[in-house]
């Protein structure tokens, strides 16, 4: 049985998630993407690790992060190297395994507590960032811009492109040209309503806290 640091690593996986995604904000400079990369990755090994994960995704995650850090190097060196962008991609499929992997840890659970919710809401912006960083790889892979007249998104926009997609809030203001960006997106709204209308909502369901029991009669 995992220790209990382990099991109640959830407030550290989210609030790595978080930090995340505000370095995501802020990486304009080659330097701050290198950093985002290995950040990224890090959150994702430290996801599967408090989850349990099986250890062939422990060591993909292992292998990514290695690549990240030679890509990290790389992006310092070389502009626009093809290799940010497949790692990018490796680390966006690694993002959007984990919860699948978090969510099976959390149905181990004997009952639900803070740590579960803290899972599941790990979980659940883990599936955005994941579609967030994959329409930055998609826009930096494919030949034409990835929301046609308004060109690429930088990767602000395509995290906020991504979490407005996946709670189908859809705005509009931006709209992918073509495929596999149109795909995707119908994947990650789907995705987002399927995990909120069973993983979340039962996490929620089963949610007793001592305050909220009622009185034995």
């Known amino acids: 049985m995992r220790s209990d640091r382990l099991r109640g690593g959830y407030g550290l996986v989210l609030g790595m998630i978080i ?4 370095l995501a904000l802020l990486a304009e400079s080659r330097s701050m993407v290198a950093l985002l990369l290995f950040v990224q990755t890090l959150t994702v090994w430290q996801a599967l690790r408090v989850s349990g994960a099986r250890i ?7 292998g990514v992060f290695a690549l990240a850090l030679v890509a990290a190097g790389v992006n310092l060196l070389v502009q626009d190297s093809p290799l940010v962008g497949y790692t990018f991609l490796a680390a966006s499929a690694l993002y ?4 699948f992997s978090i969510v099976r840890d959390l149905g181990r659970h004997g009952g639900v507590d803070v740590q579960t919710m803290l899972g599941a809401l790990a979980a659940y912006l883990l599936i955005g960032m994941a579609f967030g960083f994959g329409y930055e790889c998609v826009a930096a892979l494919q030949p034409g ?3 046609g007249e308004d060109g690429d998104p930088r990767l602000s926009q395509a995290l ?10 859809g705005y509009g203001d931006m709209v992918p040209a073509t495929n596999p960006a149109q795909s995707l997106a119908v994947l990650e709204a789907l995705i987002g309503q399927l995990f909120l209308v069973t993983a979340v909502a039962k996490v929620v369901e089963n949610w007793r806290p001592r305050a909220w029991k009622e009185t034995p009669r």
Do not use: N, Q
């Not at 930090?19 to 505000?22: I, R, S, W």
């Not at 906020?160 to 809030?169: E, N, P, R």
């Open 19 to 22: 930090g995340t995604y505000v």
């Open 145 to 147: 811009p990835l929301f």
């Open 96 to 99: 959007l395994l984990a919860p």
């Open 56 to 62: 062939g995704m422990r060591l993909a995650a292992a």
């Open 160 to 169: 906020f492109f991504s979490f407005v997609t996946m709670t189908t809030t």
